[in-house]
């Protein structure tokens, strides 16, 4: 089994006396697609670039593909590929006038920049804008070329900062296509504050709060929760005094229908095969009749949400 590309341990950043990466590990192994996740100052971009070798951590290490980002840099940045938000381009060049200015700068020369630009442009799609000026690319278009010119070296990680930040739903459909393409081929790492939409991209999801890694897979907390949506027509009280007597049950919480609508309740639960047998059976047997009973699975904002609160009672 080959080794991780990514290992981060026991990661911290200071700017100042402000602490913005708390201790933090993690590990990325070849070809995984995985999302870093949390609210805008949580301190992605930070971990971003000290990955990428434009910051140095305070205390900690970081490798990528085997190459320490303090003792090792050049060679480290040698094997990433970057995509900050907003990736500044050059509108006055036309796209492969561009590329070939990028695959120069990354060292590349004579038929290996030739052979490279035309290889990325084949695989991000981007072989009937080559000569359209940067400038007149819609948004999409310029998200592609920013993450061409970072595949240009055939990177082994590619580091992407809200990639999908200011595209419609058609880009957004469309780039979610093009990291399922990549994945496999590249390590992809991808920072974004939009947890539904991440959850669709990654095989595994990270997530960061005010510097500190609450999970390194976010998935795996929502595997040991289910969610039951039902709707029941009685007193409140005895439904909910009903539901809590089901093993595995952790949480009710109630919205009234509206009009002659029964209760709505969405019943928080353990991961057991037979959680919504025993609520329906708890119903019946107090002669409360669901008219819809359905296993919902949580999403990933709701585990965050979940994540937090107990960090905050362990706070407290």
Known sequence: MSPP?????????????????????????????????????????????????????????????????????????????????????????????????????????????????????GRLRLDGVMDTPVAKLSRGFRQRVAIAQALLTEPRLLVLDEPTSGLDPRQVNAFRDLIRELAGAQTVLIASHVLPEIAQIAGRVMILLDGTLLTTDALKHRADIQHLRLQVDGPEADVRACLATVAGVRAISAEAGSGDAPTLYIVEAAQRPLVARDVAAALAERRLVPSELAVVPPDLEQVFLELTRRRDEVAA
């Open 5 to 121: 590309t990514v290992v981060a341990q026991n990661l911290v950043k200071w700017y100042g006396p402000r602490l913005a990466v708390r201790d933090v590990s993690f590990s990325i192994d070849a070809g995984e697609v995985v999302g870093l996740l949390g609210p805008n100052g949580s301190g992605k971009s930070t971990i971003f670039r000290i990955l990428t070798g434009y910051l140095t951590p305070s205390s900690g290490t970081v490798s990528v593909a085997g190459h320490d980002a303090v003792t090792d840099s050049l060679a480290l940045r040698r094997q990433v590929g970057y995509v900050p938000e907003d990736a500044p381009l050059y509108d006055h060049m036309r796209v492969a006038e561009f590329l070939r200015f990028m695959a120069r700068i990354k060292g590349l020369s004579g038929n290996a920049a030739t052979r490279s630009v035309a290889r990325v442009a």
